[in-house]
């Protein structure tokens, strides 16, 4: 298949599914809020591309979720070209994805982080994944949560599952304080065996990611909380924070390749504490 239908089926579906997902949530806020959307470019003075973010602030069940959208393409800066795949035989890349982070108003819905990602190098290969912080114990609540994933996973082979866990496990890990960021979820990179496959598992990764925070949501919306609640939340955010500022791959890449700054750092928290 030509590179460029492979683009372009990659990109569509992203953009697709950041409609859908953004749909979701509107309905799930009564069709009362809508989203502030921002469109950017990577380079004015170049047709690099860009993208569009989406968010929603003090919501009555999000407090703010950001849906963002890109497609770019550049050069990648030489201190990085030997970091990625293919890059330090050319520094040209083209990338799409779509990247979504929940932080709810009700702490009993726990904060939530999706992304899927197509790069093209000299190489060319997906990666993405999900992850789920709760800022309390509900071990039904997780039990449920990788059940469903394991049954997405075997759909496409019976050892994604477990290898995809191991990996979000140790990525969505905070070293400094010895403990993880939350329960977990599937976290996979450099899929590029089979394009058809490959795309065929990330689609349905977006598809179940859908159904699992509509699910969450409607489980939990009605659910008593106290201040106590919340002030454990915002503890737990600001774990969340130090995460994607210190470790996440996802922000130095797009920092560090001349990404839209509001867009990137939309995963950060509207409230956050420290002890």
């Known amino acids: 298949m030509d590179l460029n239908i492979k683009k372009d089926l990659a990109s569509n579906w992203f953009?697709?599914?950041?409609?859908?997902?953004?749909?979701?949530?509107?309905?799930?806020e009564k069709n009362k809020l809508k989203f502030k959307s921002t469109t950017w470019k990577r380079n004015k003075d170049k047709d690099e591309g860009g993208g569009e973010y989406r968010i929603i602030k003090d919501g009555k069940i999000f407090e703010k979720v950001g849906v963002n959208f890109s497609k770019v393409?550049?050069?990648?800066?030489?201190e990085f070209q030997n970091k990625i795949p293919g890059a330090s035989k050319d520094p040209r890349f083209w990338a799409s994805g779509i990247s979504v982070v929940m932080h709810m108003k009700n702490p009993n819905i726990p904060a939530m982080h999706f992304n899927t990602r197509y790069i093209c190098t000299t190489q060319?290969?997906?990666?993405?994944?999900?992850?789920?912080?709760?800022?309390?114990?509900d071990i039904n609540e997780k039990k449920k949560f990788h059940k469903t994933l394991k049954s997405m996973c075997d759909r496409h082979n019976k050892n994604y599952y477990k290898k995809y866990k191991k990996w979000c496990d140790e990525y969505?890990?905070?070293?400094?304080?010895?403990?993880?960021?939350?329960?977990?979820?599937?976290?996979?990179?450099?899929?590029?065996?089979?394009?058809?496959?490959?795309?065929q598992f990330v689609?349905?990764?977006?598809?179940?990611?859908?159904m699992i925070f509509n699910?969450?949501?409607?489980?939990?919306?009605?659910?008593?909380?106290?201040?106590?609640?919340?002030?454990?939340?915002?503890?737990?955010?600001?774990?969340?924070a130090e995460f994607n500022l210190l470790y996440d791959r996802?922000?130095?890449?797009?920092?560090?390749?001349?990404?839209?700054?509001?867009?990137?750092?939309?995963?950060?928290?509207p409230i956050a504490k420290w002890k």
């Open 15 to 28: 953009k697709l599914l950041q409609n859908a997902i953004c749909d979701d949530i509107i309905k799930l």
């Open 73 to 78: 393409d550049g050069k990648f800066p030489i």
């Open 124 to 137: 060319n290969w997906f990666g993405g994944g999900m992850d789920v912080t709760p800022s309390s114990k």
């Open 172 to 199: 969505f890990y905070l070293p400094h304080r010895n403990e993880a960021r939350g329960i977990g979820g599937i976290f996979f990179d450099y899929k590029k065996k089979n394009f058809e496959k490959d795309f």
């Open 203 to 210: 689609r349905d990764v977006g598809v179940t990611f859908q």
């Open 215 to 240: 699910d969450i949501i409607k489980r939990k919306i009605k659910k008593k909380w106290t201040l106590k609640d919340k002030e454990m939340q915002y503890i737990k955010r600001g774990r969340y």
């Open 250 to 269: 996802g922000t130095k890449f797009g920092l560090q390749t001349g990404g839209n700054v509001e867009g990137i750092l939309m995963s950060l928290p």
